[in-house]
């Protein structure tokens, strides 16, 4: 049976024993920072130069690229944390308030 992570925490540590049960190193990579660009450009791509309406459609049909997509960038997330020794739930919940805070009342496209 495969594990099934709850936290954030828990992802991050099956992607650290992940690696450390294949002789990864884990140390800081930039190819790591590479491989997220990378994985964001591929699903941008998908949905690039379209209408809301057409977007909205590209999702439904294309899901399944969606979910990989994103599967990927959070096992390469993970890794890249465990390569600069920060915890990522940690991390998240530093960020959260502060953008929270920061859009609270804001409208769609106005900034903060």
């Known amino acids: 049976m495969k594990k099934k992570i709850r936290t954030l925490r828990g992802a991050q540590k099956l992607v650290k024993d992940f690696a450390r049960n294949n002789r990864w190193k884990d140390a800081p990579e930039i190819d790591k920072f590479d491989h997220l660009h990378e994985e964001l450009i591929e699903m941008s791509a998908l949905l690039r130069?379209?209408?809301?309406k057409e977007r909205i459609k590209i999702i439904k049909a294309q899901k399944e690229e969606f979910v990989d997509g994103i599967g990927?960038?959070?096992f390469g997330l993970c890794r890249l944390a465990n390569q600069l020794e920060v915890d990522v739930e940690k991390a998240f919940n530093i960020v959260h308030p502060q953008i929270t805070k920061r859009y609270k009342g804001k409208k769609r496209g106005e900034r903060a």
């Open 72 to 74: 990927d960038l959070l």
């Open 49 to 52: 130069y379209k209408n809301e």
